[in-house]
């Protein structure tokens, strides 16, 4: 019998895999424990689902962070103490060092996951669970969750057969695409978009009388067998 790892959940809206695990680990077809569920977004379902479920909830919110500092300004008091932006920039090839966009980008980023961090690093976890989190993580905030070389600790479920339809719309671009099979990807979090190594994966058929909604709730009823039995497999590793 495996000991029950710790996960810590983040989700941005709905929490359909939020519940999906949340059954597993109750129903113990899941060596698994959520020890809280955070959140970018206030007043999300998701939160709700984790509050009945009895487990802790938090909210940083990213649209009040990023906002805050397009009208103020980033000065450089506002960063994390231990924030390098040239080690970022380098870790981090998707951006232009150059670009002051891409700086804002990763400034403000840093800001809300210095934020993120203080909250999860209060619990003790063994993995952290992306749950429809729908923003993208810096190295800044990577480094300080995977502190072992070599060992991930940030799973994300994605809704595409990765490598094809990286991105925020796994679903719309298989769908418009014209593929005839779709599916979802379970994967560890890199520095790359969608890029870290993959844990399993799930495909359906796409009739040709499918609309986008049907590939949809295809894909999410493969995504609530899949995202637990990837826990599952790290549990037992
Ligand atoms: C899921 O389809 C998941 O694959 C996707 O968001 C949805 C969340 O649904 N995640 C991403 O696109 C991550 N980039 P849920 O809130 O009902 O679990």
Request: charged share 25%; with cysteine; net charge negative.
């Amino acid at each position: 019998m495996t000991a029950d790892i710790k996960i810590g959940t983040l989700i941005s809206g709905g929490g359909t895999n939020l519940q999906a695990i949340i059954d597993a680990c109750k129903e113990g077809s899941i060596s698994a424990d959520i020890v809280f569920t955070g959140s970018d977004t206030p007043g999300v379902r998701g939160l709700e689902r984790a509050q009945t479920a009895d487990i802790d909830t938090f909210v940083v919110d990213y649209k009040q962070i990023i906002g805050s500092c397009r009208a103020k300004g980033i000065a450089d008091a506002d960063l994390p103490e231990d924030f390098n932006l040239a080690e970022i920039m380098e870790k981090q090839k998707l951006v232009d060092p150059s670009d002051e966009q891409a700086q804002f980008f990763l400034k403000s980023r840093a800001i809300a996951e210095k934020q993120l961090l203080d909250r999860i690093l209060a619990y003790d976890m063994d993995l952290l669970v992306l749950a429809g989190f729908m923003r993208m993580f810096t190295p800044y905030f990577i480094d300080r969750i995977n502190t072992v070389p070599g060992q991930y600790r940030i799973m994300n479920i994605h809704p595409a057969l990765l490598p094809a339809f990286p991105g925020t719309d796994g679903y719309g671009d298989t769908f418009r695409y014209g593929c005839k099979v779709g599916g979802c990807t379970v994967h560890f979090i890199d520095y790359g978009e969608d890029t870290g190594p993959i844990i399993g994966q799930k495909a359906f058929e796409i009739a040709d009388t499918d609309t986008l909604e049907d590939v949809k709730r295809k894909g999410l009823e493969k995504e609530w067998e899949l995202y637990p039995a990837c826990i599952q497999k790290f549990a037992d590793r």
